[in-house]
């Protein structure tokens, strides 16, 4: 039986129906681009969308989408605010890939490398300008490094301040300005050692019940950074805030390592530079945000005393190093030999 012929009306509806199919295709793949999609990193962080760390991860995604070199081959995904729990649950799942980048505290990361830890010294660093003087010289990088053998590459450092006493009875100068204080600390035995060594009691509470014992008096003083002395309103209750710094823990800014190493040589450069532009920038909103809790605390009454030197300190807490000495070798003093 002859084949009848297409009538020319239904071949042009087949026509732009295949037009119309190869249109869709051309959206899915990308306005027809055949090229595979950008990387989608997950970054967990456990601060709020305005807190500084927040704010420099924030230009890190920014600078990898304005980078030709990363930007069709990677794209940040942050998740803030905790919502991936806590730093040690996001350090895990960054252990094995759930995630690709956590910026996290320096403390927890001592079970992936006990070098690490030799930041949780007490008195460690003179002062602020040291600290940093140390971190983005050749020993910052050493340890750095040291994370590398258990899958992670740390990029960049960043700022979380320094803890410093607070308390309601009187200025803390010197050592023996603590004696006789009951000081909350955090869950931590190197905390613990040292409130000892300074002569003071140290007390494990809830970060929650702090307010509550300063204004019963059920402990004399804590030790914390100023815009946490600012926003738990610790100022209320305990006039006196005294900047010895003896805590000056960074933050890290770590990659997954075999994530890290999927990227090519030129991508893994432009992270690396986009990551210590961040740094730089998170630790100017930090010292903004530092100063900000300043005035308020102060506006509201506190007395904020200064400490320009904690050799005092330092002489107190030895025992302290003097059990850790085996643990960290000679970390300590080649980190307070830097000039």
């Not at 012929?5 to 037009?19: N, T």
């Not at 070098?115 to 050749?138: A, C, E, N, Q, S």
């Not at 992270?271 to 005035?295: D, K, N, T």
Request: proline share 5%; glycine share 8%; net charge negative.
């Amino acid at each position: 039986m002859p084949s009848c012929p297409m009538p020319r009306s239904f071949r042009a509806c087949l026509g732009l129906f295949s037009m119309f199919g190869m249109l869709l295709c051309c959206l899915a793949c990308g306005s027809g681009d055949t090229s595979p999609s950008p990387r989608r990193w997950v970054v967990s962080n456990v601060h709020a969308a305005d807190y500084p760390t927040a704010r420099g991860l924030e230009d890190l995604a920014e600078a990898v989408q304005g980078d030709p070199r990363l930007a069709s081959h990677l794209t940040l995904d942050l998740q803030l605010g905790g919502v991936l729990g806590n730093e040690k649950e996001s350090l895990e799942k960054l252990g094995f890939g759930a995630v690709q980048m956590v910026c996290s505290s320096a403390a927890p990361l001592a079970e992936f490398s006990s070098t690490i830890g030799v930041l949780t010294l007490p008195y460690l660093f003179r002062d602020g300008d040291h600290m940093w003087r140390v971190l983005d010289g050749p020993l910052g990088d050493e340890l750095l490094a040291s994370l590398t053998p258990s899958g992670l590459v740390g990029l960049a450092w960043y700022d979380a301040g320094a803890r410093s006493f607070y308390n309601r009875e009187r200025p803390i100068r010197r050592p023996e300005d603590l004696v006789g204080l009951k000081i909350r600390v955090q869950k931590s035995e190197i905390m613990r050692r040292m409130v000892t060594s300074l002569g003071a009691s140290p007390v494990s509470l809830g970060f929650k019940e702090v307010y509550t014992s300063l204004y019963t008096g059920n402990i004399d003083g804590a030790e914390n950074n100023l815009p946490s002395y600012r926003s738990e309103r610790h100022f209320e209750v305990a006039k006196h805030y005294s900047l010895d710094r003896h805590s000056m823990i960074p933050d890290l800014l770590l990659v997954h390592r075999p994530s890290f190493e999927a990227l090519g040589d030129a991508q893994q450069l432009a992270l690396r530079q986009a990551a210590l532009a961040s740094s730089q920038a998170q630790r100017r909103y930090w010292q903004e945000y530092e100063a900000e809790a300043l005035a308020t605390v102060q506006a509201a009454g506190s007395e904020i005393h200064r400490v320009d030197d904690v050799a005092a300190f330092q002489a107190a807490v030895q025992p302290v190093y003097d059990e850790l000495a085996g643990t960290y070798g000679d970390w300590i003093d080649r980190i307070r030999s830097v000039e």
